[in-house]
């Protein structure tokens, strides 16, 4: 029996993984910023679940929800990062009221949150699962600044993963494609400055034309980050769904293509020996 605490249970990969794990008899700290939201999903589980809530943007509440996750249970064996939401729209159109709280919430709320569970960590030698994304792996035009926090949570979760192994911690960097939640409901916005001049590359339609039809079940990849846990021999990197393969693969070939094409005068920067 794991215990988990997971972050951003009001919806989506939250809260499917919340009932998931506690279905299957683990016991669940559920959070969310409105803890209203997700009481009665927890009333089945009796003791298994409780709720918090938990703002990621604060440091000190997401100490509060660690030293009453492991008062209740005892400690942590699984956090999962999945807080967090998305902004669209080219970067000029972006302003600083719309792009720095996505960033307080995808990276900076993932380290605070991190920070305050490893001591209960490094006690379990658990697990660090972080949500992340194909938009993770490439960047694309018109989601600059979810591809940069992203990417963030990508080279934050690699650098934790080499800093952590000596404790018997493991880092999961999950980074699901299109997947039929309500990300693209309640999750995204786009920036309010629309400028014609981006029309071509904002992808302002990306909502309106996907929402609802993403091919991923959702319950298909929470089975599958269940799996990824319980597994001794689990990646780091695990992209779920076609869409996040090719991704993955077209990243790869581009980046190799850069490399071997440059390969010859890039490396001859170091200084002369005599």
Known sequence: ??????????????????????????????????????????EPFDDRMITLQLDVTDAGAARAAIA???????????????AGYALFGAIEEGRPEEYRPMFEV???GLIETTRAALPALRRSGGTIVNMSSGAGIEGRGGGGYYHAAKFAVEGISEALAGEL???????LIVEPGPFRTDFLGRSITMAANEMPEYAATSRRNYRDTNDGNQAGDPDKAVAVILEAVDAED???????????????????????SDIDAWRDITIATDFDRG
């Open 1 to 42: 029996m794991k215990t988990w605490l997971i972050t951003g249970c009001s919806s989506g990969f939250g809260q499917r993984l919340a009932l998931a794990t506690a279905r299957r008899g683990d016991r669940v700290v559920a959070t969310a910023r409105n803890v209203k939201a997700i009481e009665e999903m927890a």
């Open 68 to 82: 009453k996750a492991v008062d209740a249970f005892g400690g942590i064996d699984v956090l999962v990062n999945n």
């Open 106 to 108: 995808n990276v900076f």
């Open 165 to 171: 192994k000596p404790f018997g911690i493991r880092v």
């Open 234 to 256: 689990a990646p780091l990197h695990l992209p779920l769904g076609p869409a996040a393969h090719t991704i993955a693969e077209r990243k790869l070939a581009a980046f190799r």
